[in-house]
Antibody, heavy 119, light 110 residues
Framework: EVQLLESGGGLVQPGGSLRLSCAAS????????MSWVRQAPGKGLEWVSS???????YSADSVKGRFTISRDNSKNTLYLQMTSLRAEDTAIYYC?????????????WGQGTLVTVSS | QSALTQPASVSGSPGQSITVSCTGT?????????VSWYQQHPGKAPKLITY???KRPSGVSDRFSGSRSGNTASLTISRLQTEDEADYYC??????????FGGGTQVTVL
């Protein structure tokens, strides 16, 4: 059974940085495309970033240049490095595993980690 | 990339069928067979219920079915049950090699 466990969320000031982690068990992370999806309080889902099994990474325009997705296959862990954080980045951040390919569907989700950007 | 368009809410009585729509463009929903649907109960992570327009992951009830016509995808829930009350989101691959979600639909079982 796939288990994804996010960590690293918390309260950060505008302009600050934070690194989220997603530890995977039950799968070999490197064989799947992995993504980050966020959900602002009371709002809908928003795709943030994906890294394909081959290593190519893609991000939403709203975070491009500020957020970097990466993976450490030896640690079976996915990361999201977030810099220049803004109030509108406040959200629950979920890591998600692709069922096949990269964007065809996410069949594994973590429980989420809350990031709050506020002074 | 603009969010896909979903109705804010849809309701139905137990045993009935309901359909949730998801409208995009030829650059996303209408252009690729990569539309997925998710169910989210309050305080929980989303759950994949269909992918590749009309495929169901193992363990998902056959009461859920996906389809598409032109630039509009649809999720039909048959034989509606109380536990189907949740938020539903569509998502689609786009021509920019990104993913876009719909705004979400609240399904209420009357």
């Amino acid at each position: 059974e796939v288990q994804l466990l996010e960590s690293g969320g918390g309260l950060v000031q505008p302009g600050g940085s934070l690194r989220l982690s997603c530890a995977a068990s039950g799968i070999t992370l490197g064989t799947y495309a992995m993504s980050w999806v966020r959900q602002a309080p009371g709002k809908g889902l928003e795709w943030v970033s994906s890294v394909k099994s081959g290593g190519n990474a893609y991000s939403a325009d709203s975070v491009k240049g500020r957020f970097t997705i990466s993976r450490d296959n030896s640690k079976n862990t996915l990361y999201l490095q977030m810099t220049s954080l803004r109030a509108e980045d406040t959200a629950i951040y979920y890591c998600a595993k692709s069922v096949v390919g990269t964007y065809r569907g996410f069949d594994g989700w973590g429980q989420g980690t809350l990031v709050t950007v506020s002074s | 990339q603009s969010a896909l368009t979903q109705p804010a809410s849809v309701s139905g009585s137990p045993g009935q069928s309901i359909t949730v729509s998801c409208t995009g463009t030829s650059r996303d929903v209408g252009g690729y067979d990569y539309v997925s649907w998710y169910q989210q109960h309050p305080g929980k992570a989303p759950k994949l219920i269909t992918y590749d327009v009309n495929k169901r992951p193992s363990g998902v009830s056959d009461r859920f079915s996906g389809s598409r016509s032109g630039n509009t995808a649809s999720l039909t829930i048959s034989r509606l049950q109380t536990e189907d009350e949740a938020d539903y989101y569509c998502a689609s691959y786009t021509s920019s090699d990104t993913l876009v979600f719909g705004g979400g639909t609240q399904v209420t079982v009357l």
